[in-house]
């Protein structure tokens, strides 16, 4: 993901013309349209959307650059590993016996989706997302991708580690040194086969990069996260989408259950704290913009009647069925405690383009009515990680795809019972 100091590189390529290549100019270097993308010349199409890219000034520092938690980090969100660790080896060892269950037993067309995604980080991770969408859609913006005229979706969530919609603090680079534990296939060799090919022969020269949290995982949520806000009426299936990106790790065999379920808790945390950010909110409405503009004038409808006469990636309700499942792989519930869901302060925002008639805390309860069960591995119920933990339990593809009726005097209910 795209630290801050890659901003006065990129301020100085595009101060420098690049991205504002007229017709018949030289083409642009392939290492600039290598990492930076969105900078690379449109085709045009007359009565098409006009692209406009980001300015110099767009790539500069934002607030949201550091996470909004203790140290500008997002260890605070998935501390509950220490303990797992210390005090829970049955959870551990469930945590290693599901990779193996799952790497061992992926049929062809999953080891090859899981291929693909795994050689999605550093680039066209769009591309490789842009099945949820749908089967027509989806070739339309992979269509719109390879004319390059989506500069300003590039150079936020599609320029591999140089998306500025991520950063540092969002890349669990930091977390990962901080917890330090080993992946499955150095862990257990003899038990996980190694997926090679499709791009991926150096996937498994991995020995020095910790395990926990997933960094692909939290990369593919943040942007699914965020697409979803921009784009509601596909937001079960990008939310799902991303969750496919996460298992498609333990595939692999480079990542344990409770690694994917970090990296959804650090992507989702990360995507709020974007969204709640007013400068990179309004950076991230222009992607959602251009994507809605290019796809209805490429289908000549609107992007509801677009999506409601494609082939879905998955239906609606199989699509929260599925994002729900993987939220825990199937680990083992640690209690059942009927506590309350903590919803985190940054959340309710997530669901405004969802529900805009409803306030922050209407969609607090939202949140609340939705969240997953109590007691689940990560499940942080500690007064000091409670906020921060809270994101274990936010089912997104549930809240955005609730039915909610608001009465007399603020009475809410949520898919028909009381929130």
């Known amino acids: ?30 290492m600039v349209g290598e990492y930076l993308p969105a900078t690379l010349p449109p085709v045009q199409h007359p009565g098409a959307p006009v692209p406009k890219p980001l300015s110099p000034a767009d790539y500069g520092w934002y607030i949201s650059d550091l996470s909004s938690y203790n140290g500008g980090i997002y260890y605070d969100v998935v501390s509950g590993f220490d303990d797992l660790r210390a005090h829970h080896p049955e959870v551990m060892k469930e945590n290693l016996d599901t990779v193996v269950e799952v790497n061992n037993n992926a049929d062809a067309e999953t080891v090859r989706r899981a291929q693909v995604d795994a050689a999605a980080d550093d680039g066209d991770l769009m591309t490789a997302l842009s099945d949820a969408f749908g089967s027509t859609l989806g070739g339309e913006l992979r269509t719109a991708l390879r004319e390059n005229r989506l500069p300003v979706t590039r150079a936020l969530m599609d320029s591999g580690y140089l998306s500025r919609a991520g950063g540092l603090a969002s890349s669990t680079l930091i977390e990962k040194q901080i917890f330090g534990y080993d992946r499955p296939f150095i862990v257990a060799p003899d038990r996980i086969t190694k997926h090679t090919g499709g791009g991926n022969e150096d996937l498994y020269d991995l020995e020095d990069s910790p395990s926990f949290p997933s960094g692909h995982t939290n990369q593919a949520v943040w942007t699914t996260t965020l697409l979803a806000v921009l784009l509601p009426e596909l937001a079960p299936q990008l939310l799902a989408r991303g969750a496919e990106a996460g298992y498609n790790r333990m595939v692999m065999g480079v990542h344990y259950p409770l690694d994917v379920a970090g990296g959804r808790m650090t992507g989702q945390a990360a995507a709020a704290d974007r969204w709640n950010d007013p400068r990179m909110r309004e950076v991230l409405t222009r ?133």
């Open 1 to 30: 993901m795209a630290c801050a100091s890659i901003a006065p590189a990129l301020t100085v390529a595009l101060a420098a013309g690049v991205g504002v290549v007229p017709a018949g100019a030289a083409p642009v270097p392939d």
């Open 287 to 419: 992607a959602g913009d251009e994507i809605r503009a290019e796809l209805e004038w490429r289908t000549g409808t609107s992007l509801a009647d677009a999506v409601a006469a494609d082939t879905p990636y998955r239906t609606t309700a199989a699509a929260v069925e599925e994002y729900t499942e993987r939220m825990t792989h199937g680990l083992t519930r640690m209690d059942d405690a009927d506590r309350a869901a903590v919803v985190p302060q940054g959340a309710p925002e997530l669901l405004v383009t969802a529900f805009p008639h409803l306030d922050w805390g209407q969609r607090a309860r939202v949140l609340a009515a939705t969240a997953l069960p109590a007691g689940y591995p990560l499940d942080d119920p500690s007064r000091s990680g409670r906020e921060a933990g809270g994101w274990q339990r936010i089912n997104l593809a549930a809240a955005f795809t609730a039915d909610v009726e608001v009465g007399q005097g603020g009475a809410m209910t949520v898919n028909g019972r009381p929130a």
